[in-house]
């Protein structure tokens, strides 16, 4: 009988596949192993999953008995979508004669869908139309014929209004599996109205089908045959896991699980709620929001069209870590984007300075149509080298040797002379212009996001993770006069991320008055999600947003599979949580004090003026709420309404005609749930009362209210 339970997350990396083992209790790293990514093998990159599992368990003394959660991202879905490798799809739109059926045929009928700027790649689409009072299945049997004709591989069945009822959807999903072809049912995949994104949705879903199961089967008897019992998890994009079943229905959820795995990684290990996250790589850099201590979602962009499939709101910045510069005769234009990596030139940050002689500066272009201004360092010998972000960070002696980017000091100096020479400056001026340039490039990125998701400026940190992090972050916070961190185990912060994720579904409605019934409705239908995709039923939390002004109702439910996750960190006490409010507020310990606290957390605050502002803090030492103008009070379940109507009035910010109502938040249990942008009171109460019903009158709740002067 074995004592410990292991929980194991893979990422599949463009070079590298990692498989990291943590113990579940104390969330100590046990094992790692990786391996080069299996982009040419028979089984892709499935056979690197399986590789690195192995390794890690082997070379770590690991039992797989000892397994309880293994779980992966994948680049397959998005790679699919990037190379083109997707399937011919056929559409059978439905819906009703008429008018109305003239404007759903037009709407289901997406054509062609673009993968890129060129529209070389794109999913070939054909169309069929069934009106309803046509409908049944010998029709659709015709229909399905006549599409494999034309070279149809997969079906998309989509109805207007097919989220309301999805009974001929379904029809056509039988009907495709009696006749061994795959069926994408359009309302299965999202329960927004808005036929044309729908079923644009389901379509990009549908060609990604027959290239995931390759992928999922493969990976899922490797593993069981390694003598894991448990269910393989696979990552999706909105940063939770689902069960491979569920993913063989849903693959295009599985879209950016990669930049999703390294935020929920550095969530991990941070102890602040509002944060500006980076992962810097050597060509790219992706950069996303956390705010209240969950990173932002928006729906993915797919041949420049929006598509309904949620994913972490990541925006992909053309600089990073191997970034090469771009310069005239007389100064640096630009840094990116591209990398040394494109144009096969190795960093002089990891060249031997000897090899550096007499070194001369030349101009390249490296890839065609590129400009021809790209600096690169020939040496004596013939031998070219670049300069980069890192080369320029080494220069100035930012970096530690414990840095990942951390280079040789002599050879940056001796690479970037002759440039400086050329620009009329010192080796540090065109060092220091280097990295100008390419924070430049983020910081416009980061306050893009920030305005995009209201985060208050004065609340940000940046908070980094890849190899090029440290190469870049530093000189960014220093710039925007912001604080920064580097996440902990930033080398295999994806496979932690992986392994420590919890199962999260989603269901959007759009419904205009929302009634309690429906509220409820919506929060089962979310809750019977997360139960289908693995979540044990007693670990399920669910949160429901209004969007008010597109009448969007969001029922999201969060989850662990059958063993809960426990938290590394002990329980802070009070003094702990003031030093950790007066480091995130920048202010002396003696001026934060306890506003309010419970068995779960601490509420400390500071004076700024006439405004007080407050960190939420768990007992585990992490900051769930930072805002720069607020309040909070102990309260019962009974209580809420009473003091949530007091904060309405009392923190409403009124600016000429308009009132800015205040974000309410309910620390209830272990967990805080937002309630953020609502329209008024009524509102606010039928959302809180979806989740006080559960809840004894009597039982302790802190109400924190805090006013939006955005």
């Not at 794109?122 to 009072?133: A, G, N, P, S």
């Not at 990552?235 to 295009?252: H, L, T």
Request: hydrophobic content about 40%; charged content about 25%.
């Amino acid at each position: 009988m074995t004592s410990r339970k292991i929980r194991v997350g893979i990422d599949v990396g463009g070079t590298h596949t990692k498989a990291v083992a943590i113990d579940n209790e104390t969330h100590e790293i046990v094992g790692i192993g990786s391996v080069k990514t299996t982009h040419d093998t028979k089984n892709g990159v499935s056979d690197g999953v399986v590789a690195s599992f192995e390794k890690c368990l082997h070379e770590n003394g690991i039992d797989p008995n000892e397994v309880i959660f293994i779980a992966h991202s994948t680049t397959q879905a998005t790679n699919a979508l990037l190379e083109g490798d997707v399937a011919e799809t056929g559409i059978i739109g439905i819906g009703k004669g008429g008018l109305e059926g003239f404007l759903a045929k037009k709407q289901s009928n997406v054509d062609d869908i673009a993968l890129d700027e060129t529209g070389k790649r794109k999913i070939k689409t054909h169309h069929r139309y069934i009106k309803l009072k046509e409908f049944n299945e010998q029709r659709v049997e015709a229909e399905i014929d006549s599409l494999i004709k034309e070279g149809t591989e997969v079906i998309v069945a989509s109805k207007a209004f097919g989220v309301d009822d999805l009974t001929e959807e379904i029809v056509v999903q039988n009907v495709g599996k009696k006749k061994g072809i795959e069926v994408s049912v359009a309302s299965d995949i999202s329960k927004m109205y808005g036929l044309t994104r729908r079923t644009r949705t389901a379509a990009i879903n549908a060609s990604i089908l027959p290239k995931m199961f390759e992928t999922a089967d493969s990976t899922e008897d490797s593993v069981h045959q390694a003598g894991i019992n448990v269910p393989l998890m696979i990552m999706r994009g909105d940063g939770g896991v689902m069960d491979i079943a569920e993913m063989r229905k849903r693959p295009v959820l599985t879209m950016l699980s990669g930049p999703a795995a390294s935020t929920v990684g550095a969530l991990m290990y941070l102890r602040t709620s509002n944060a500006i996250f980076f992962e810097v790589g050597g060509t790219s850099t992706d950069i996303g929001v956390i705010k209240n201590g969950r990173p932002m979602i928006d729906y993915s962009v797919v041949g420049g069209h929006k598509t309904l499939i949620s994913s972490l709101d990541v925006h992909v910045s053309g600089v990073a870590g191997g970034s090469m510069v771009r310069a005239s005769q007389s100064q640096v234009v630009g840094v990116g984007p591209r990398s040394a990596h494109i144009a096969k030139l190795p960093y002089a940050a990891f060249t031997d300075p000897a090899e550096i002689i007499e070194p001369k500066v030349v101009r390249i272009q490296p890839l065609k149509d590129d400009p021809q201004d790209y600096v690169a360092i020939e040496s004596k010998n013939g031998k070219r080298i670049a300069i980069t972000v890192t080369c320029a960070a080494n220069a100035l002696k930012m970096l530690e040797p414990s840095d990942y980017s951390y280079g040789n000091y002599e050879a940056c100096v001796k690479a970037i002379t002759p440039l400086a020479k050329e620009l009329g400056k010192t080796v540090e001026e065109v060092a220091t212009d280097i990295l100008d340039k390419a924070s430049d490039t983020c910081i416009k990125v980061i306050n893009h996001l920030a305005e995009k998701h209201k985060v208050e400026r004065d609340q940000i940190s940046l908070v980094g993770a890849g190899g090029g992090a440290s190469a870049l972050l530093p000189f960014t916070a220093k710039k925007m006069g912001l604080t920064y961190k580097i996440a902990e185990n930033a080398e295999v912060i994806s496979s932690i991320g992986v392994a420590l994720a919890m199962v999260r579904d989603v269901v959007e409605r759009v419904i205009p008055s929302p009634t309690p019934e429906d509220l409820m409705e919506i929060r089962t239908e979310a809750t019977d999600l997360a139960i289908k995709s693995g979540a044990s039923p007693d670990s399920i939390e669910v949160q429901i947003e209004i969007d008010s002004q597109t009448s969007k109702v969001s029922a999201i439910a969060m989850g662990s599979t059958e063993v809960q996750a426990t938290d590394l960190l002990k329980k802070i006490d009070v003094a702990e949580a003031k030093e950790l409010a007066a480091e995130s507020m920048q202010t002396n310990l003696k001026d934060v004090y306890e506003i309010a606290s419970n068995d779960f957390f601490f509420v400390i605050g500071t004076k700024r003026g006439d405004k007080q502002e407050i960190r939420v803090i768990d007992k585990k030492g992490f900051i769930k709420v930072q805002r720069a103008d607020g309040d909070a009070v102990v309260s019962t379940v009974s209580g809420v309404r009473r003091v949530t109507d007091n904060y309405w009035e009392e923190l409403a910010v009124y600016k000429s005609d308009i009132k800015l109502n205040p974000d309410i938040y309910l620390c209830i249990g272990g967990k805080v749930i937002d309630y953020l942008s609502l329209s008024d009171a009524s509102q606010l109460h039928m959302v809180m009362d979806t989740e006080l019903m559960t809840r004894t009158g009597a039982e302790e709740v802190i109400v924190v209210g805090a006013k939006n002067n955005l």
